[in-house]
Nanobody, 124 residues
Framework: QLQLVESGGGLVRPGGSLRLSCAAS????????IGWFRQAPGKGREGVST????????DYEDSVKGRFTISRDNAKNTVYLQMNSLKPEDTAVYYC?????????????????WGTGTLVTVSS
């Protein structure tokens, strides 16, 4: 079964940290660029961060620059999103997606796989 599975979400206080993982099963993740996207309640899906297949290119949405770091361990077939200095406005369901191009565009039609999401709640 070809799938992406996100993990690592949860409830955290403002200023706290979480590390999300995106693990692939049934296929090799290093052939794909990976994007992290999020969808807050009542809002559309937005791009958060992306990384190329080699890991040599990364990009971030402006509101998370300096707070979030994307990385990948191709030996473990996993991509990570380290989230620091979390804010209540970071509350959302976070999804990872594998595609042909590193992009923050959630509507990019080159995404081959999407995970089912992990909930991040930032609240005191």
């Amino acid at each position: 079964q070809l799938q992406l599975v996100e993990s690592g979400g949860g409830l955290v206080r403002p200023g706290g940290s979480l590390r999300l993982s995106c693990a692939a099963s049934g296929f090799t993740l290093n052939n794909y660029a990976i994007g992290w996207f999020r969808q807050a309640p009542g809002k559309g899906r937005e791009g958060v961060s992306t990384i190329s297949g080699s890991g040599g290119f990364t990009d971030y949405e402006d509101s998370v620059k300096g707070r979030f770091t994307i990385s990948r361990d191709n030996a473990k077939n996993t991509v990570y999103l380290q989230m620091n200095s979390l804010k209540p406005e970071d509350t959302a369901v976070y999804y990872c997606a594998a595609g042909t191009t590193a992009t923050l565009n959630p509507n990019y039609n080159g995404m081959a796989y999407w995970g089912t999401g992990t909930l991040v709640t930032v609240s005191s």
